[in-house]
């Protein structure tokens, strides 16, 4: 992975290959990608598709096996010990995403949530 940013006039894309990401090169990321202008594109390296396609084929060989695992295939929290079904797995995850995207307090400036999200 390079530690910095495409310039604005490169259409080469920002690769994170699933080593350190500099905080830095975070800030950057967010403050070029504001503009409206922006063509700031991001991709995986092999590496890190690989990476992600080996656990993905290891958490599916889980629940295939009937293995119970937390928050895979039962509920979380209170609901930790219900079994939820195959056929609503997907749900699962996405409700686990989307019961963790909310907040309290002041709004953050875009440039962090941009960095931080």
């Not at 409206?36 to 290891?58: D, G, Q, Y």
Request: proline letters at 5%; charged letters at 20%; one cysteine or more.
């Amino acid at each position: 992975m390079t530690d910095r940013l495409p310039t604005k006039k490169s259409q080469n894309p920002l690769v994170l290959g699933g080593g350190e990401l500099p905080q830095t090169l975070v800030w950057e990321f967010a403050r070029q990608a504001l503009s409206p202008t922006s063509t700031i594109r991001i991709k995986l390296s092999p590496e890190a598709v690989l990476h992600i396609t080996k656990s993905r084929t290891f958490i599916d060989s889980l629940v295939k096996s009937g293995q119970i695992i937390y928050g895979i295939d039962t509920g979380v929290g209170f609901l930790n010990h219900k079994t939820i079904s195959d056929t609503d797995l997907e749900k699962l995850q996405r409700n686990i995403i989307v019961s963790h995207c909310c907040g309290t307090g002041p709004e953050l400036s875009r440039d962090l949530v941009m960095a931080c999200g």
